[in-house]
């Protein structure tokens, strides 16, 4: 969005929260961790004894019952058990009396083999010894039966364990700290807009309507700041010039009327007829107040309830993934795609006629309504005992997510015009992708701490501040007069905008792909093929921060380029195409960076295409718009693409199955190439300006 002369203060701002903000976070993180290590390398030395203290007993009775160390069953089952609940601790093993292996799980035996045999007999009269092997640190503790010294129990845990851990903190802290600063800006983008850029940018408004002659205004600012004090003086010299023009109206009134001269009284009358001309006041006495409506008025709640409902994203199949599948019809992969596609099945139902009911109560109101399933959803998802539970929480969440959003765009859409209706939306679209970014990473890191349910209610907290913040900005945005209100009881009318072939050629081969794209690779298959090969939820939330953290770059210059050169289909049939390269891209090696890579062509892919896919839609459906109303067009679209969103996910776990990770990610790639394919052949008919056809078939 435009900060207008506000651009330097709001950097300055800033830069000052992040001198406030990172250098006292930095130092006592850093303290915090330097600690941290010195107190847990004798505390894990200390639980490595303990465990090994344990398995000791375990075995001596089994021996004094006489059975033989070598002979002993189950072993390997039960050191699985025990290093699964103690991460920290590498390996387990039993030795004989001469350093033999006996048993030996999370290690290879030919590391350890001869170090063993070198230790046999030291142990004899001791009660453990520690022993540096490589990378790993080996606690021998001797087992004893009625005989003597029977082997040995074998505790090694990873050296560099401590160092790793510390490394994954930090980043923790620094996923923590970025969030942080992105929450502090948002806040001052905020306070700057409300509270400076947005109250100047009235009063220039006013004073450009003065120079024009129009005194009929005066900008209804109602603030106790400085701001504010500046507008209470700019208005009493408003109120002053009004009074003296009705002044100067009854003194001329009276000329008119009581003199008896009737060349005075036309000269009198000519002189008001010049005035009303070159002047022009309010009517009803007094100056009325001027209050726009700014984009960035809903940016702020925007962008809390999205960082709610994103703080799930990095967790969502891997949550499914551990809760019971009670359905034996469906697939594993379906059953732990079902809570997405559901999710985005309410998105696309409640955006099919929130449109309307944003354009008949408001987009207050309905921000409000959405906001009663959102809460009910987060905090019921998080008490979810079952996919199907799951699934239906999510659902309901989708409805309320979709009520939301489609009155912000409502809002939006009629605070802005055609030359800045890209950057608007742009605003839009800043604002989701922040908050993604932030509810993204911050989900991860709190997904590990608190556990998946906690994560919910934490959800459910924000979107209950989000629904008070915007209860205090928000206001009722009353139909705009150049846009009639939407038909109703209409619903097959504005199914022929299904005639208008650029509106249906942009949902088949733009819209929907892009969502396919979306959620069946990166909501669906990025996790699970993360969580697969070990990755742990922060690092996972890290990976996925890539796709919001390119778009939003990318975005920031797109809406801009579109608004200047118009270059909007362009733009989308070049974003299509590479997200599905970026795909591909991501199966043809393995490991994690080509899976980073696909994330970062997706994200640039969208940041090029999502704001532009919605300022084309004036232009290419101009007389839909006219008659039904911009919101419920735009809305229409977004119903329509989320076929893709419920499709992707589902169409990825069809195609693990069948062809393996690697495959379904193929797959889907090939997919959204081919449908981007078809729109760039189709988008150099599209033209330039509205939709002439219909234009002229409704004249």
Known sequence: MRLDSSRSLLIRLLMLAVLVLVPPMGL????????????????????????????????????AYGIPVEKLVGVDEFFAQVLSGNPEIRYLGITGTDGTILFLRGALGGQLADHY??????????????????????????????????????????????????FSIFYDIAVVLGASLIVAFEILLFVVVFNVSGPM???????????????????????????????????????????????????????????????????????ADRVKFLFRFDASGAPGFLREKLSSDVRLPLFLFVFAEEISRSFLPLFAQSLPRRMTLLTPELMIALPIAVFMAGIALGSLWGGAVTERLGSRRVFQIGLVPAVLGCLMSGLSQSVIELSLWRGITGLGY??????????????????????????????????????????????????????????????VVSGLLLGYLLEKVPTSPDLPP?????????????????????????????????????????PLVLWGTEH??????????????????????????ADQWGW???????????????????????????????????????????????????????????????????????TLERIGSVVGPLLAAVFWPLWGAEGAIVAIGSVVLGMAAVFAMLAGRYGDGPHLESEEGAQ
Not at 505 to 521: H, M, R, S, W
Request: glycine share 12%.
């Open 402 to 463: 979709a009520l939301v959003t489609v009155a912000c765009q409502g809002y939006i859409s009629k605070a802005t015009n055609d030359g800045n209706r890209a950057t608007g939306l742009g605003s839009y679209v800043g604002a989701v992708l922040s908050a993604a970014l932030c509810g993204t990473a911050i989900g991860g890191v709190m997904a590990d701490r608190i556990g998946f349910a906690p994560s919910f209610f934490v959800s459910a907290g924000l979107v």
């Open 568 to 638: 909007r289909v362009g733009q989308i049939a070049v974003g299509g195409i590479l997200g599905g390269v970026g795909i591909l891209l991501a199966a043809l090696f393995d490991g994690t960076w080509p899976l980073m890579l696909g994330i970062v062509f997706l994200g640039a892919a969208h940041g090029m295409s999502a704001s532009p896919q919605l300022a084309l839609i004036p232009d290419i459906c101009w007389v839909e718009c006219q008659h039904y109303g911009r919101t419920q067009v735009l809305a229409l679209l977004r």
């Open 28 to 63: 006592a993180s850093f303290m915090a961790l330097d600690r941290f290590e010195q107190g847990m390398n004798p505390e894990l030395d200390r639980k490595a004894a303990a465990v090994g203290r344990d398995l000791v007993v375990q075995v001596e009775r089994a021996v």
């Open 117 to 166: 045999r070198e230790q046999a007999g030291s142990l004899s009269d001791k009660d453990g010894a520690t022993l540096q092997i490589g990378d790993f640190v080996d606690l021998a503790l001797p087992v004893k039966g009625r005989s003597g010294l029977v082997g040995s129990v074998h505790v090694g845990f990873d050296q560099g364990y401590i160092s790793s851990r510390l």
């Open 201 to 271: 940018k009235l009063v220039a408004e006013v004073i450009g309507q003065g120079r024009k002659g129009d005194f009929s205004h005066m900008p209804g600012i109602r603030a106790d700041d400085e701001v504010g004090h500046f507008a209470r003086v700019f208005n009493a010299s408003m109120r002053k010039v009004d009074s003296a023009y009705r002044g100067l109206m009854a003194y001329i009134d009276e000329v008119r009327t009581g003199h008896f001269d009737r060349g005075a009284a036309e000269r009198a009358g000519d002189i």
């Open 536 to 561: 742990t939820l922060p690092e996972i939330a890290r990976i996925m921060v890539l796709y919001p953290l390119v778009m939003l770059v990318v975005s920031y210059y797109a809406t801009r380029f």
């Open 486 to 526: 939407a038909a109703e009881g209409d619903p097959k009318g504005l199914s022929r905008i299904f005639l208008n072939w650029r509106f249906t050629v942009l949902v088949l081969f733009a819209a929907i792909p892009a969502k396919i794209a979306l959620t069946g690779y990166f909501f669906f298959l990025v």
